[in-house]
């Protein structure tokens, strides 16, 4: 990950081993590092640090991770969570996504998966840190909300620019269905997932991806943008 001097993240996990292994390979990827053994150090070194982004750990004694991150987001409201868990159940993640997480990851992980998350959550949530982001033959501004395919502005209604700009900025990542209508149409959208596929249909037209080969389905599991 390019240009990534002066953006703080706060480590916070009871587990040595793991804050020593992500302090090292984020250090040396050039961010500015914190880390909290317990959830009572990781609010006050935030007060004090200003994180971009928090990556914890759901499972410690005392003030579990769950605690933190609602008392991070009633204190600091542009600061983005993602949450470590052993437990890939769907009650914890929307448990989690309802107050205030934005992503999770599931132990064990590797850090490359955990790099792209921070990559994407920073692009999503903190697109001036870039300026305009480039990402392989694509140009998003979110400021003029224009998004530019090699090298031709795309004709996008509102939503097709959101959705594009989540699979894009989360390239490499499979998204499910589910995923998809909760950071693109909103948790309170109460329409069917079929929506995501009609609106997939749209976009790969309009990027000429008739082998489905920028946007890949993954039968049963979502969908997944894989860059030249």
């Known amino acids: 990950m390019n240009n990534v001097k002066g ?48 990556v914890l750990d759901v499972m410690m004694p005392g003030m ?14 542009n600061i983005a969570i993602i949450m470590l868990t052993a437990k890939d159940e769907v009650d914890d993640r929307v448990k989690g996504l309802n107050i205030g997480a934005d992503d999770y990851v599931v132990k064990p992980f590797s850090f490359e998966e955990l790099l792209a998350r921070i990559g994407a959550r920073l692009r999503n949530q903190f697109p001036t840190l870039f300026g305009e982001v480039m990402l392989g033959p694509f140009r998003i501004d979110d400021r003029r909300k224009e998004i530019t395919y090699l090298e ?17 900025i989360n390239q490499g990542i499979v ?54």
Not at 12 to 40: C, K, W, Y
Not at 156 to 165: G, R
Not at 178 to 204: A, C, H, K, M, P
Not at 211 to 227: C, K, N, S
């Open 7 to 54: 953006i703080k993240i706060l480590l916070v996990d009871d587990e040595p081993h793991i804050l020593q292994f992500l302090e090292f390979g984020l250090t040396n990827e050039g961010f500015d590092i914190r880390s909290a053994s317990d959830g009572m150090s990781a609010i006050n070194i935030a007060a004090e640090f200003h994180p971009h982004i928090v």
């Open 175 to 228: 998204l499910s269905k589910s995923t998809i209508l909760d950071q693109v149409w909103g948790y309170d959208f109460g329409g069917e997932e079929n929506i995501v596929e009609v609106y997939i249909r749209s976009l790969r037209e309009k990027l000429n991806d008739k082998e489905h080969r920028l946007i890949r389905t993954l039968r049963g599991a979502g969908y997944r943008v894989d860059l030249p």
């Open 152 to 168: 031709q502005v795309l004709e996008l209604s509102p939503t097709e620019y959101e959705l594009l700009k989540y699979l894009v």
């Open 64 to 77: 579990d991770g769950w605690e933190v991150c609602r008392l991070l987001k009633k204190n600091m409201s």
